[in-house]
């Protein structure tokens, strides 16, 4: 299997290489040359099978040689070890036809951990193959560094280093972010919004003297293997209700396009899936893109829903490779274009990016009803995030076709919004119950390129 640019100019690497690589040094974002099929008759052989196994069967064919059935195979049983439910990814029912799949048992209590957990085993086990070291560099809203740093902390091949904006994350992120002790782990907090730290990561990789001199790598949700370990809980939830034999559709609280864009890889790998619905919040680059057809960048408006706190939509990019019918320059071009605030979608990718996506966007009135009306009616206690999928799905679902809304996040990373919504304080899991006990570690870093670089290098030196 081979992995090319999405802007065509960059070399064609397989899938090891673009998982240790991230971003391509075209400034595109590795997409499969193909996409392995899976047929009825495999997709119904998954039903009943432990996550794990639907995990194998499904990533198998994107990996290439670089690992041995029996290695992939236990670095998945690894990543999964240290959730805290059974099942990995449960499935609950909210309402007649509306089902909530919950992606927070993982160890960070965000659906992250499924791609970040399976990332640390992989770039272990590959890089202590080929006796390399790397430094990680990774911007987050909140739940990818939590996730990363979990992840990546106390292994030998590696650093982490984890811009989050300052202020601006909640405080068990925060806290998730800045305890660990392990002395390979750098929090940092940058003066500025999270697209901010995008735009920053963004030029590291771009400066080759840099990229090169520190062996940098990159874990945010551009980095193909992500992409691919949230595809498997798309077939394993289908199945469950009855795929291949039924379609169900699905609603993703996104920002940056990564959870979102698994779901079309899984429903072109043969998943019969309906429809794919983008849910957003006031920050609603997707939304208006996909209502309008323009891609016009504004001004960040922090939300209760920080995690969805977006206005460049990294993954975007694979979507409109795609629409574009793969054509690596008109992606470049409009690229640059972005860079200029914004550019417009053409008629034909726009209808064809309106094949597979529908859209909403829900207000912050809106989502705080939506999760106090949810454990009023529903029984359930929703994070924010999960809310606004879980209200865009109720307005929008099709009552003949199940749908399963994706809940990103435990309501306990997020107890300020929850409780003023509904009353109730979520508490957190007793595995982590002392999280505001432990002491915490972080460096306050300006909105600079070459300080950050500095830092950096000093920060491995060591
Ligand atoms: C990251 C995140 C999202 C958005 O996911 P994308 O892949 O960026 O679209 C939504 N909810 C939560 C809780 C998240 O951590």
Not at 102 to 109: A, D, N, S, V, Y
Not at 235 to 264: E, H, Q
Not at 290 to 316: K, R, W
Request: hydrophobic share 40%; with cysteine; glycine share 8%.
């Amino acid at each position: 299997m081979r992995y090319i640019s999405t802007r065509g100019k960059a070399p064609v690497l397989s899938f090891e290489e673009a998982m240790l690589s991230g971003l391509a040094r075209d400034g595109g974002l590795y997409v499969p040359e193909t996409i392995p099929q899976m047929s009825a008759e495999d997709i119904r052989a998954l039903h009943g099978l432990p996550y794990e196994d639907v995990a194998f069967r499904v990533m198998r064919p994107f990996i290439g040689n670089g690992f041995t059935d029996e290695v992939f195979a236990d670095l998945i049983a690894k990543a999964y070890a240290g959730f805290g439910h059974g099942a990995r990814a449960p499935l609950v029912q909210l309402a007649p036809g509306h089902f909530l799949l919950e992606l927070f048992h993982g160890p960070t209590l965000a659906f992250k951990d499924f791609a970040m957990q399976l990332i640390g085993q992989l770039f272990e086990e590959a890089l202590t193959r080929r006796g390399e070291r790397v430094t990680i560099v990774g911007a987050t809203s909140g739940d990818t560094g939590s996730a990363a740093i979990e992840a990546f902390k106390g292994l030998d091949a590696v650093d982490v280093f984890i811009l989050y904006p300052h202020g601006r994350v909640s405080e068990v992120q925060r806290r998730q972010m800045t305890t660990p002790s392990e002395s390979n782990v750098h929090a940092l907090a940058l003066d500025g919004h999270f697209d901010d730290c995008q735009a920053r990561l963004k030029d590291m990789f771009n400066d080759f003297t840099f990229r090169d001199a520190v062996r940098l790598a990159g874990v945010n949700s551009i980095n193909w293997a992500r992409v691919l370990a949230q595809v498997v809980y798309y077939f394993s939830s289908a199945v469950s209700l009855g795929a291949p034999d039924r379609k169900v559709s699905f609603t993703v609280p996104t920002g940056n396009f990564g959870d979102i864009f698994a779901g079309y890889i899984a429903k072109r790998m043969g998943l019969p899936i309906d429809r794919l619905v983008v849910a957003t919040n006031q920050n609603d680059i997707l939304h208006r893109c996909l209502s309008s057809g323009d891609y016009a960048t504004s001004e960040v408006h922090p939300s209760i829903s920080p995690s969805m706190d977006i206005q460049v939509s990294s993954n975007f990019e694979r979507a409109l490779f795609d629409a574009y019918g793969r054509d690596g320059s008109a992606v470049g071009q409009l690229m640059d274009e972005l860079k200029s605030g914004g550019f417009k979608v053409s008629q034909g990718a726009l209808q064809a990016l309106r094949d597979q996506y529908d859209s909403g966007r829900v207000s912050e009135e809106e989502t705080l009803a939506m999760i106090a009306e949810a454990n009023a009616t529903m029984g359930e206690l929703l994070c924010p995030h999960s809310a606004i999928g879980v209200k865009v799905a109720e307005d929008l679902r099709d009552p003949a076709v199940p749908m399963i809304t994706l809940a990103t996040a435990h309501p306990a990373k997020f107890p300020d919004a929850v409780e003023q919504a509904s009353g109730i304080r979520p508490p957190l899991p007793p595995r982590m119950a002392d999280l505001y006990d432990r002491p915490e570690r972080v460096t306050q870093v300006a909105n600079d390129l070459t300080a950050l670089e500095t830092l950096i290098r000093e920060r491995i030196a060591k």
